[in-house]
């Protein structure tokens, strides 16, 4: 005599009679739920800037205070940290004409972006001390090993300056930093008003 089977009514599979059901198939509404639950934790954390493609984010590197040794160009300058180690920081979420180096000439206004920003260090408290604040969006550290921050001076956002004296373009990265739309509108502005590179490189 054949052993009969019937339908679970948990799993929706067919099983012999005296198999042991109750251990062959666990409950799916709990499962399913768990599984949608890490699912949507998954995604808030990826929104919330917690994983990025690049490695390590700026969220393991809190606001710090370091100071300046000096101006590379418009976007990058050499600091010194409070335990004396010197490193390249790249400012976030901008872009400004390339000074000549390696044979190749300077771009339209690059000279003059690189003092603006020397102007604009030079207004440090406290002998250059300048605040490096990073933004959870992005890697810690660009592919040349530069830092990427944003740059304060005494609350100041040098960034922004930049951008809104003509002297910086806002930079597209993917995905956008955090101050990504303030950049851009100030941009616009700098743009409508012909500041700087917008009426000496047009």
């Known amino acids: 005599m054949s052993a009969q089977m019937y339908q679970c009514w948990r799993c929706g599979a067919r099983h012999y009679y005296g ?34 493609t690049g490695g390590t ?26 335990k004396g180690r010197e490193k390249s920081v790249r400012i976030l979420g901008i872009n400004t004409p390339e000074l000549a180096r390696n044979g190749k000439p300077g771009e339209c206004y690059a000279a003059q972006a690189t003092k603006v920003l020397q102007d604009l260090l030079d207004q440090a408290p406290d002998r250059g001390r300048v605040e490096l ?33 003509g002297a910086a373009r806002a930079r597209e990265d993917h995905p956008p930093v955090q101050r990504a739309e303030r950049y851009a509108d100030l941009e616009d502005t700098a743009q409508a008003d012909d500041r700087g590179l917008w009426a000496a490189c047009s």
């Open 57 to 82: 984010t700026a969220k393991d590197a809190p606001r710090t205070q370091a100071r300046v040794e000096r101006v590379v160009d418009g976007d990058t300058i050499r600091i010194r940290t409070a």
């Open 19 to 52: 198999s042991g059901r109750g251990r062959e198939c666990a409950p799916v509404i709990p499962t399913l739920v768990g599984a949608l639950v890490l699912v949507g934790l998954g995604a808030i954390a990826l929104q919330q800037g917690y994983f990025t």
């Open 133 to 165: 604040i990073g933004d959870p969006t992005q890697d810690n550290k660009d592919v040349y090993g530069r830092l990427l921050r944003y740059v304060e001076v005494g609350g100041r956002d040098v960034g922004a300056t930049l951008i809104r004296r």
